[in-house]
């Protein structure tokens, strides 16, 4: 009996404690909305009250956010091989289908993980064209290879809605139409007081876009939603906009749109085969009766190897997504949208520990009808998150078409080399400054370079290289110099490997 009052009590406790950080936040939020200005003020209370949503179920939820006994195999029918899609025609009338489609990328990202400053998207990736640049060739040579009319649609950031609409004026006289929309700002949290820090606007490091979850919230936000269904879209295709194999595909857009409205698909999400690269992604999975979107934050602690394993969770969550807008419409309208809340913490200079509070955008395909996963080929996958992925993208293993890039067929494997390039190369500029020019890499399997190395004019790599210079040392690669399967140690000895 005593067992059970203590339980009782505690549980009253911490229910009061949680409405005390509930008051305390909407005061904080109340006062930081009276220090913006009317222009400001709207946008700021609509943010805030996705916020103070995020907030409340940060406060009931405690620890890994699911059971693992609850885990179930995937139905057969839950993914589907990509090669089913393709052994069907595409559209007969495929401007009909395209017409329906708006492409969304998301571009919220800054590129300081590479050392650049400002928005990750206007990096340039080949040929002197950025993400940015790539996207609109691709979606361009689209609508004109068949009449259509698909517009770009981009997700920016307070971090990044500046620039991208500053360089978008350059895209003003093409045909394409390109809209933009800006993700949530969401105040960072002091740990220990679970209060914001913020106190006004003008802080940047006091704020943070919360993730990309965001995307439908801020979507019917600012108007777009509506404006896309007033428009005659039913889809939206939605892609990181450094993943440069996410192009449209007919074959998954004929799916979704031939279907009967009444099995019609509400959310594809696309995945392909986990590598040992890709232990760290987030699958699919089968829970309490509805397929879910598992991350690594969300695994007790003692599954975490098991969550890694390659054998158990076979694909992961490419962030390529298919979504029906008037779902997103009816579960906004409903509040029926359900994601699990990510909890990002942080360390900011000065040594002020703070927590962000995020969701993603896959998470949510558990609130949508016959959803469904598709297991696509691993060349719909081509991010680029470091300068080692940049040399792959840079170099001879692709050709790039229409704002497209494709595997060489002069390449004798489908995969992609592994390549690791060292801290030396980890920020753009000094990755550019280390190549007359890029190697020639059709036949490399592997390549790890550590050090202060250099690369002449038409070098090329074969099977396994390993090129390592030891600390107050330097290596120069001479031009025209082929290496295959060597190892080039800090002494310039190349040895067979």
Excluded at 164 to 189: A, D, V
Excluded at 343 to 348: A, D, F, R, S, Y
Excluded at 445 to 461: A, E, P, R
Aim: glycine share 6%; charged share 25%; net charge neutral.
């Amino acid at each position: 009996m005593m067992a059970d009052l203590t339980a009782a009590a505690m549980t009253e406790f911490q229910e009061k404690l949680r409405q005390q950080h509930e008051e305390s936040m909407c005061r904080e939020l109340d006062e930081l909305v009276a220090t913006v200005g009317d222009a400001d003020a709207q946008s700021c209370k609509k943010d805030f009250e996705g916020f103070k949503r995020l907030f409340h179920r940060f406060l009931q939820v405690k620890g890994p956010s699911v059971d693992w006994a609850k885990i179930k195999r995937l139905p057969k029918e839950a993914v589907v091989a990509y090669e089913e899609m393709v052994a069907a025609d595409v559209p007969a009338d495929v401007a009909a289908c395209l017409n329906k489609l708006a492409v969304v990328k998301l571009n919220g990202g800054l590129g300081t993980s590479m050392g650049c400053k400002g928005a990750k998207s206007l990096i340039s990736v080949r040929n002197e064209n950025t993400f940015l640049d790539l996207t609109v060739k691709q979606i361009e040579h689209l609508n004109k290879t068949y009449d259509a009319d698909v517009p770009l649609v981009l997700m920016n950031s307070f971090n990044t809605d500046q620039e991208t609409k500053k360089i978008l004026q350059k895209y003003k006289h093409h045909r394409l139409k390109i809209h933009t929309f800006n993700q949530s700002r969401y105040p960072r949290i002091n740990k220990e007081s679970l209060l914001p820090i913020a106190k006004g606007l003008d802080s940047a490091e006091a704020w943070y876009p919360p993730g990309h979850g965001d995307i439908y919230a801020s979507l019917a936000n600012s108007g777009l939603l509506q404006r896309l269904l007033d428009d005659g879209k039913e889809y939206i295709f939605v892609s990181n906009i450094d993943n440069l194999g996410a192009t449209v595909d007919l074959h998954i857009l004929r799916r979704l749109i031939d279907q009967p409205a009444d099995r019609r698909c509400e959310f594809v999400m696309e995945l392909t085969d986990k590598t040992r690269a890709d232990v760290k992604g987030g699958t699919l999975i089968q829970y309490e009766d509805h397929l879910r979107l598992l991350e690594i934050a969300q695994v007790p602690k003692a599954h975490v190897d098991e969550f890694k394993s390659v054998t158990k969770f076979k694909i992961f969550n490419t962030n390529n997504l298919w979504i029906s807008l008037s779902a997103i419409k009816r579960l906004l309208q409903n509040n029926a949208l359900d994601m699990e809340v990510i909890v990002n913490p942080k360390t900011l200079e000065g040594g002020l520990n703070v927590i962000q509070l995020e969701t993603a955008v896959g998470a949510a395909i558990k609130s949508f009808r016959n959803a469904m996963g598709i297991n696509v080929p691993r060349s719909r996958f081509l991010p680029v998150k470091t300068s080692s992925d940049l040399l792959l993208v840079m170099s001879n293993l692709y050709s790039l078409d229409a704002g497209s890039l494709t595997m060489s067929q002069k390449r004798e494997f489908p995969t992609t080399p592994h390549v690791k390039l060292g801290g030396c190369f980890s920020k753009v500029q000094e990755f550019l400054s280390r190549f007359d020019s890029i190697p020639d890499m059709l036949e490399l399997d592997h390549l790890t370079v550590s050090g202060d190395v250099t690369f002449g004019k038409n070098v090329s790599l074969k099977g396994t290289v390993i090129i390592i210079a030891n600390h107050g040392d330097r290596i120069d690669i001479p031009a025209g110099a082929m290496l295959e399967n060597k190892i080039v140690s800090g002494n310039l000895r190349i040895l067979d490997h």
